[in-house]
């Protein structure tokens, strides 16, 4: 990878560059654009160019990615911030405590789901009275769609009859 010269530091990226120093396929790129998470202006030839800020935005998109936070939620995120500089630690500050409040709450799901698994992997049969996954006759049908019992809408845990 070259190293930019002292008077190549204001000027813009093209996709390739960005690409190459965020480690992101350029289709990747495109994508993220079209997704709103990310964007570029136009050069007389109609050629992609990203402010050097962007390289930052790709950086906290793919973090967040690598946490499972949806690419909705991180586009929701990232539009209430400005695209003309850089992402502040004030910025990152943010939005790790949105995010770590949602992760926070998905372990603990996941942890749950765990747990209540753990008395059926074995046996198979969904019918045991100590089994959280039983719904007998279908009552939780009217409830809506869904695990009911592990996952409930409502956030509440139900109790198997």
Known sequence: MKKDKPNDIKRELTVGEVAERSGLAVSTLHFYEAKGLIRSNRSRGN????????????????????????LAEIQSALSVLP???????EDWGRLSKTWRQ???????NLTALRDQL??????GCLSMRDCPLRNPWDVLASEGTGPRLIDPADGTEHEAS
């Open 47 to 70: 050629q992609r160019r990203y402010p050097r800020s962007v390289l930052r935005r790709v950086a906290v998109i793919k973090v967040a990615q690598r946490t499972g936070i949806p």
């Open 83 to 89: 695209d003309d500089r850089p992402l502040t630690v």
């Open 102 to 108: 949602q992760l926070d709450e998905r372990i603990a």
């Open 118 to 123: 753990t008395g059926c992997i074995g046996c």
